[in-house]
T-cell receptor, first 113, second 110 residues
Framework: KAGVTQTPRYLIKTRGQQVTLSCSPI?????VSWYQQTPGQGLQFLFE???????NKGNFPGRFSGRQFSNSRSEMNVSTLELGDSALYLC????????????FGSGTRLTVV | DQQVKQNSPSLSVQEGRISILNCDYT??????FLWYKKYPAEGPTFLIS?????DKNEDGRFTVFLNKSAKHLSLHIVPSQPGDSAVYFC?????????FGTGTSLTVIP
């Protein structure tokens, strides 16, 4: 069974631009969560979507947004990029609640220059 | 405010010895805990979990211990192998959201 797929794997953007990252969950998984990983900060929770609705949100500015489609695929958008947004962005999917079968993708490495 | 803390950024152990990774949490409502292992350029992979109704869970070389009164979680790896060298994250949940620690980088020396 295919795992969680994130595209693209690497991305370089300049300050002020916007970016969209994509996550395709494991087939049958309806919950998708997004995390930002930076050195020394661990995995910081961005938001979680379930059945096209944002169910939980972390403490990130409004420049970070997301959505989920009817096929459970999810996208994350960051507008007006800042240098500090450079990070590994990970998504994770699970069948329902994140307690069971919580599986991560390989991430998208975003570099803002 | 970091609700899950891993106070040791790094740990080195000899092959064959025990590795002990520690994790502390502040929220007494957390009822499910997990450990993930992460290699560079890969996403974290699930290692082992424990629910708050237990104090120990074993899976092969990996054992997780939970001390609810101390709000402390630990992962024991016995015996440690060079392939265990990775960053280990602990995570805690009280519902639909996981809170992760900052990770401990484990190096197992052959």
């Amino acid at each position: 069974k295919a795992g969680v797929t994130q595209t693209p794997r690497y991305l370089i953007k300049t300050r002020g631009q916007q970016v969209t990252l994509s996550c395709s969950p494991i087939s049958g998984h309806r919950s998708v969560s997004w995390y930002q990983q930076t050195p020394g900060q661990g995995l910081q929770f961005l938001f979680e979507y379930f059945s096209e609705t944002q169910r939980n949100k972390g403490n990130f500015p409004g420049r970070f947004s997301g959505r989920q489609f009817s096929n459970s695929r999810s996208e994350m958008n960051v507008s007006t990029l800042e240098l500090g947004d450079s990070a590994l962005y990970l998504c994770a999917s699970s069948p329902g609640t994140p307690n069971y079968g919580y599986t991560f993708g390989s991430g998208t490495r975003l570099t803002v220059v | 405010d970091q609700q899950v803390k891993q106070n040791s950024p790094s740990l080195s152990v000899q092959e064959g010895r025990i590795s002990i990774l520690n994790c502390d949490y502040t929220n007494s409502m957390f009822d499910y805990f997990l450990w993930y292992k992460k290699y560079p350029a890969e996403g974290p992979t699930f290692l082992i979990s424990i629910s708050s109704i237990k104090d120990k869970n074993e899976d092969g070389r990996f054992t997780v211990f939970l001390n609810k009164s101390a709000k402390h979680l630990s992962l024991h790896i016995v015996p440690s192998q060079p392939g265990d060298s990775a960053v280990y994250f602990c995570a805690a949940s009280s519902g639909n959201q996981f809170y992760f620690g900052t990770g401990t980088s484990l190096t197992v020396i052959p």
